[in-house]
């Protein structure tokens, strides 16, 4: 491991966000000795981003922290053409109206982990939708173009590999890299940035920037890119068997979000205190070094923090005493996510297999019959066995809710509307 001067690049290296940097000795020494501003892109692909998207929030939450100054690029832009780095096919084109909804759901998040203002520390959010808009074509090939080689932009394997399937490149995503190298150049330029961070996969994007920069006379221009991450089974991050985990609340609450957390493989619990929370190491390795049952504890710990920090610690806190009360007390929580239904519905009765569906709890009805013959589904805390079931007014508590649930894990009240 590199010994670091500068605070930024050893936190970063100690807590394991450090994947490959341009040049080391430069970006530590610039780090050390001046006040940086660096900036990671963000595509409004959705209307939320989701929990693999953390650990880039994450880096530029630490680069205020230790006294530096984030960018967070929102690409109203690039989003028009779609990034096709490491893609099996074309992305789908969106409007205008689509990517600037999106836009203003992601800008939600980064008011809880970064400080916005006119300071000199102060988080940036901007789009590079003002700069690429406005773009004069012919210009911009004889002023930009001109400074690619398109031999080298064919010898990234973000390119190689799409190249060697059978949906071919499109002239229009194959200008995505020279988009994003352009951002760089608009960015050093407007706010002074030096240094572009993102995934691992972006490596080659970034360089492009850097190499464009020093051609179009930029000063130095830095790369850091965090490891691919995946969990320690080997699932993808921010994804789960019921979808994708998203940071917005009004597209997962804050419960599920804490459950997704609580739920971390032993493997990894070390690994994600150090990269989604702030806690100290000397805490992490305290947490780290329980094992047997006492590990649920650190989980709790893990799920408790990260939630904090996106959602506030009041919301943590009430995730974790839900949990708690749900699986340690068995008692009916009133704060588990709950779905509506039709008061009409619920009078002459809806099948079982509908209302696992409209719960979220299942995509389709035979996803939904597949749960209950594998003795998944519990209504009350009663097994459902028949997939015929119905399910009516007559199974609603005294608090007018029933509780549907799949597996151990995942609750959902049901309210008549």
């Known amino acids: 491991m590199t010994a670091f001067k500068s605070d ?6 100690e807590r394991g966000f450090i994947h490959q940097i341009s040049d080391e000795t430069g970006l530590d020494q610039l780090f050390a000795t001046e006040t940086v501003t660096a900036y990671i892109g963000f595509d409004p692909t959705a209307p939320s ?5 953390l650990i880039q929030i994450m880096m530029l939450h630490w680069m205020q922290k230790t006294g530096h100054r984030p960018v ?3 690409g109203g832009g690039t989003g028009m053409v779609g990034d096709p780095s490491f893609k099996d096919e074309a992305r789908k084109l969106m409007t205008p109206q689509t990517i600037q909804d999106n836009m203003d759901g992601i800008k939600k998040v980064f008011s809880n982990y970064l400080t916005f203002g006119d300071g000199p520390r102060d988080a940036l959010m901007v789009n590079n939708a ?20 398109v031999n ?7 390119v190689k590999l799409r190249l060697d399937r059978d949906q071919s490149l499109s002239f229009l995503e194959f200008n995505y890299m020279i988009l994003q190298a352009y951002d760089f150049v608009e960015l050093n330029r407007r706010y002074g940035v030096r240094l572009q961070m993102g995934g691992s996969d972006q490596w080659g994007n970034i360089v492009n920037g850097i190499d464009l920069g020093h051609r179009m006379g930029t000063p130095q221009l830095y790369a850091l890119t965090t490891p691919l991450l995946t969990t320690a089974s080997g699932a993808k991050m921010g994804k789960s068997l019921g979808g994708a985990i998203w940071l917005n609340p009004d597209m997962l609450s804050p419960y599920d979000f804490w459950q ?27 947490l780290a070094a329980l094992g047997g049952a006492e590990i649920n504890e650190a989980k709790k710990v893990l799920a408790t923090e990260i939630t904090a920090l996106l959602h506030g610690r009041k919301a943590a806190e009430e995730a974790a005493e839900t949990a708690r009360k749900t699986f340690e007390e068995g008692a009916l929580a009133q704060t588990l996510p709950t779905v509506e239904v039709e008061s009409a519905s619920l009078e ?7 209302l696992l569906v409209a719960a979220g709890l299942a995509t389709s ?12 589904v519990r209504l009350n805390d009663q097994p459902v066995a028949d997939d015929k079931r119905v399910v009516t007014t007559q199974d609603l508590n005294p608090e007018n809710v029933a509780k549907l649930s799949l597996g151990k894990k995942k609750h959902i009240l049901v309210r008549p509307a």
């Not at 930024?8 to 290296?13: A, E």
């Not at 406005?134 to 400074?147: A, I, K, S, T």
């Not at 009805?365 to 998944?376: P, S, W």
């Open 348 to 354: 002459t009765g809806m099948g079982i297999l509908s």
């Open 49 to 53: 981003l989701h929990a693999g998207g």
């Open 260 to 286: 997704y957390w609580r739920n971390t493989e032993d493997a990894d619990v070390e690994r994600f205190l150090k990269l989604y929370t702030t806690m100290s190491l000397d805490e992490v390795a305290k």
């Open 365 to 376: 009805n035979g996803e939904a019959r597949r749960h209950i013959q594998g003795g998944a």
């Open 130 to 149: 003002d700069w690429l808009l406005p773009l004069n074509y012919l210009e911009f090939l004889r002023d930009v173009g001109r400074h690619f080689s």
């Open 72 to 74: 967070a690029l929102m």
């Open 152 to 158: 080298r932009m064919l010898s990234f394997d973000s």
């Open 8 to 13: 930024f690049l050893r936190i970063m290296s």
